[in-house]
């Protein structure tokens, strides 16, 4: 059951299979943002704890160690204990998530048990990846896939769990040793996750998480020439960061999943009513905060002030409030920061000629709450229309052909996701196949499946997560070849 007032049970760094403080000594308050109020201090680490994680961390990946010795298959009973650890503990996951992102209760659950889900999909990954055997005349040739070793793991605040899940599946199923930074501002649910690695018998150095800020602990990840790979979720403007850091000191691997602004498009043939609760939901799920939120809602011209009206009451229904509440379907935004900068875009949009159709103001003065809002006559130049807002701000535009939506589309600097509604396939199909994204979808919205490889075109990122290719980014080939004598 959802639990307001549950006590977070771990605070301290985790390094090699123990809480500990940090060097420092230093902490850090993280905070309810529906109140405002401080939850706890948690341990504030940096370069000199990061430090002491890789030493773990290598050691636990030498050639000889428990872990390095443990079959395929002795993995995969790891990592499905853990998901039953999961299983126990999801009310309790659950509530420490919503207390310091701000969704709704019902919504943390779901994330629980995807991540779950997440993590036994790559537990049946462990003996599934292989190499080739290959003919060369007077020799025989063969490749073999093996874990890249130490790797650094970088999320964000908007999913917490979720993207956990994302980066230990793969890493962890592949046999990598893995320092993770969580965003400072939700630490809570990483650290219990690795209280339960310890308690599902991950072997000491296996898994280390170090709650800090991306300037000190990040680039100290991101710049720590032992760490074989950095993987990280978040902003272009930090993914730049990161990835100028790795090739400064030891040329590390990188992989980016950045920002979107994501269109979702709605033909004059579909269905009006499906079009609108579709895409309400790509763009007010999780308050907006999401990577993939389809920001950008291209209505076909003939529809056009229908839809507006509809989506517009549509918002106005939407429920705000306490992320506990049973009935509740939007939270607060994750800061005052964020909050500041949702509220200077829809400014913004209104400055420049948006028909502010719905919302457009903060709600109440306690917590981050901000009305669920609609702009309409929406143009491809303003900063609505070209900027991440990773707020509930709908932005609809009109459109006339499908020719001319493919190019609007396209008009961004970013590639992570895209929809179509229409019942016409070959429409769906040609903009599939068309629109610079690297997910998209046909008559639904973020539907992101274990199975499913995500990541982005443009400045949306580099490489992918999730499904096979996701293990790509954590494995060497190496090719070995004898002379037949």
């Known amino acids: 059951m959802a639990d307001p007032n549950a006590k977070p049970k771990y605070t301290k760094l985790f390094i090699n299979n123990e809480f500990v403080d940090s060097v420092s000594g230093k902490t850090f308050a993280t905070f309810n ?92 990954w462990t003996d599934k990846f292989f190499g080739d055997t290959i003919p060369a005349g007077g020799f025989t040739s063969m490749t073999r896939k093996e874990p890249v070793g130490v790797v650094g793991q970088i999320i964000p605040w908007n999913y917490p769990l979720l993207m956990l899940a994302w980066k230990w599946g793969p890493a962890l199923a592949t046999g990598c040793t893995i320092i993770m930074k969580p965003a400072e501002q939700t630490p809570l649910t990483a650290l219990h996750m690795a209280a339960l690695a310890k308690e599902a018998g991950f072997p000491a150095g296996v898994i280390n998480v170090i709650n800090g800020f991306g300037p000190t602990a990040g680039a100290a990840i991101s710049e720590h020439p032992d760490i074989a790979k950095v993987a990280f979720t978040g902003s272009v403007d930090i993914g730049r960061i990161v990835m100028e850091a790795a090739a400064k000191s030891n040329l590390k691997r990188v992989s980016l999943e950045l920002g979107g602004k994501s269109p979702v498009v709605a033909f004059d043939d579909a269905d009006i009513d499906f079009a609108v609760d579709t895409t309400h939901e790509a763009l007010f799920s999780n308050h907006g905060q999401s990577c993939c939120a389809g920001s950008r809602t291209y209505v ?160 949306s990122g580099i490489g992918r997560e999730l499904g096979k290719d996701g293990l790509d980014n954590y494995l060497e080939t190496k090719t070995i070849t004898m002379k037949l004598l």
């Open 33 to 124: 943002p529906a109140t405002g109020k401080e939850i706890i201090k948690v341990s504030e680490g940096d370069k000199a704890d990061v430090d002491l994680a890789v030493i773990a961390a290598k050691k636990a990946f030498h050639r000889n160690s428990e872990w390095r010795q443990l079959s395929p298959l002795q993995r995969t009973a790891l990592m499905n204990k853990l998901c039953g650890l999961m299983t126990r503990d999801k009310d309790l996951l659950a509530s420490l998530e919503t207390q310091d992102n701000g969704k709704p209760y019902a919504e943390a659950l779901f994330d629980v048990t995807y991540s779950m889900l997440t993590l036994q999909y790559y537990a049946g």
């Open 300 to 459: 076909h011209e003939k529809i056009y002030d229908q839809f507006v009206a509809k989506a517009a009451a549509k918002a106005k229904e939407r429920k705000v409030g306490n992320p506990f509440e049973a009935n509740v379907q939007q939270g607060p935004q994750i800061d005052q920061e964020m909050l500041t900068k949702v509220l200077g875009y829809i400014e913004s949009g209104q400055k420049e000629g948006a028909k502010l159709q719905a919302g457009g103001k903060r709600i109440g003065n306690v917590g981050f709450f901000v009305e669920p809002t609609v702009f309409s006559d929406v143009k491809d130049d303003m900063r609505i229309a070209q900027e991440e807002i990773f707020g509930p701000v709908q932005s609809i535009f009109k459109f006339s052909s499908l020719e001319e939506m493919i190019d609007r589309a396209n008009n961004v600097q970013y590639g992570l996701a895209a929809g179509v509604i229409t019942n016409d396939i070959n429409k769906a199909l040609k903009f599939a196949n068309s629109v610079d994204a690297g997910s998209v979808w046909i008559n639904c919205y973020d539907a992101v499946l274990p199975s499913t490889p995500f990541g982005g075109y443009k400045h």
